[in-house]
């Protein structure tokens, strides 16, 4: 039988890995580099490089490229249980990732809590309606007309933060077993969410920025027993902090329309550009109800208020008979609090002096990782969002990163905000804390510490 072109470029690179002509660790030549070299297509470059990956011979490492894996005998250290346990601390730490709580305007809160309390005296007593407040409702679809998203009133569903927001929409699209398209690196969350419905995660290793994703996600959707669900972050995606181009949301919306595909966008990071105007969803671009938007307040307004909300589209019947089943509502005084906020247009001054200030303090922190690493390391820039994430070499284990950030960042333990956290493999910098000066010797002393590895 004659083989695809794929699978002898696969054979090509799997013998030299192989022959250790490319060592263990050694860095593949890129993707481009490859269609050039061999004169292929980047579908056909990808698919190869995907059956590597499935046969255990290289890995992706975020936007470094592709490595040889080393052999199993070197990476099988069993980890002390007080490593391992700290391990499993880092991954908690992700779930609590947020801004700085000095961010957020607590003075304003308080004084709208009382005044709404004022107002409803008896609204602890009262039963919290299904889908959320209609004044919520139609304060978040004002809002969204703001951001170049129109979604009407009625077809929003207030949940309990974006988290509720996705599990509803994961049961609503899959069925137990079910393969879902996901961006790597994957999130804790995210892995907990498809774990809890027992999905399979079918991962795009190209970053939504760069050139070769969307043949990567054509591969995937030609392929056998595609996915039917695509799960991503459009705008500033953690970790990596990806925007993804407008002609490439467009683009993937009609793949998704062409293949049958749901996408679940998560924009809870949407708003948290450095410069410009917010990014437009791939929801805005959406005719046909094939994306079910989600967002929330937790990273721009409240965290506190537990509120997120969600634009079902064409699984609206489905979502909402999920969501009255659950039994489960949303505090309808943090509804009104929100809906007055919004109302007042408090949410405008706000979001330009928190813009500012993520820019700023993310400006500091590059500064020191550049000074550090700048000669060693391709250091990507920071349109928006606060966690900026630097890919590790292959080289160094999870347990080392542990041992030299309880060593390095002494605060870890005692901050309110998590500071730092080992993401995949990577380590993920909050960039949203201001810069104390013990901070800034712990930032350069991990960073000179990371400098030999590179």
Not at 145 to 160: M, P, S
Not at 199 to 218: G, K, M, Y
């Amino acid at each position: 039988m004659t083989k695809n072109k794929y699978q002898i470029l696969a054979d090509e690179l799997a013998d030299a890995i192989l022959s250790k002509k490319l060592a263990a660790n050694a860095r593949l030549p890129s993707v481009r580099e490859l269609m050039q070299q061999h004169q292929l297509s980047l579908a056909t470059v990808t698919n190869a490089l995907h059956t590597l990956e499935e046969k255990g011979l290289v890995e992706p490492r975020g936007k470094a490229g592709y490595f040889v894996k080393p052999p199993a005998k070197q990476e099988a250290v069993a980890p002390a249980a007080h490593t391992q346990a700290d391990l499993q601390n880092m991954s908690a730490n992700v779930l609590k990732w947020g801004p700085a709580e000095d961010l957020f305007p607590e003075q304003r809160w308080q004084s709208l809590l009382g005044s709404v309390i004022r107002r409803h005296p008896f609204l602890s007593t009262r039963h919290a309606q299904g889908y959320g407040h209609p004044r919520l409702r139609a304060e978040l679809a004002k809002r969204s007309a703001e951001n170049g998203c129109f979604l009407k009133e009625d077809e929003l569903i207030v949940t309990q933060g974006a988290t509720e927001a996705l599990l509803l929409a994961l049961r609503a699209t899959s069925e137990a077993g079910s393969k879902v398209l996901v961006q790597a690196p994957v999130s804790v969350l995210y892995s907990r969410l498809l774990e809890t419905f027992t999905l399979t995660p079918v991962t795009v290793h190209s970053s939504v920025d760069a050139p070769e994703f969307l043949a990567e996600v054509q591969a995937i959707l030609e392929g056998e027993d595609p996915p039917k669900v695509f799960l991503l972050v459009a705008n500033y995606h953690f970790p990596t902090g990806a925007l993804m181009p407008l002609p490439v949301k467009r683009t993937l919306l009609r793949l998704a329309e062409k293949h049958g595909v749901t996408i679940i966008e998560d924009d809870v990071y949407g708003d948290l550009q450095h410069d410009g105007a917010r990014p437009l969803t791939l929801k805005s671009f959406d005719l046909k109800g094939n994306v079910i938007y989600v967002n929330s307040c937790s990273k721009t307004l409240a965290p506190g208020l537990r509120i997120g909300w969600l634009a079902a589209g064409s699984w609206r019947e489905r979502i909402e008979y999920l969501k009255s089943a659950s039994a489960s509502s949303v505090n309808e005084l943090s509804q009104l609090v929100l809906a007055e906020f919004l109302a007042q247009g408090s949410h405008v001054p706000h979001l330009r002096k928190y813009r500012q200030q993520l820019k700023t303090r993310t400006g500091e922190y590059l500064s020191i990782l550049r000074l550090v690493l700048g000669n060693t390391v391709k250091l990507a820039d920071m349109p928006g969002g606060y966690s900026y994430w630097l890919p590790l070499p292959g080289k160094i284990s999870a347990e080392e990163i542990q041992t030299q950030i309880r060593a390095n960042w002494p605060l870890l333990e005692e901050a309110d905000t998590p500071q730092i956290a080992l993401v995949s493999n990577g380590v993920c910098v909050n960039t949203s804390i201001p810069l104390t000066d013990p901070l800034r010797q712990s930032l350069t002393a991990f960073c000179f510490y990371l400098r030999g590895f590179y």
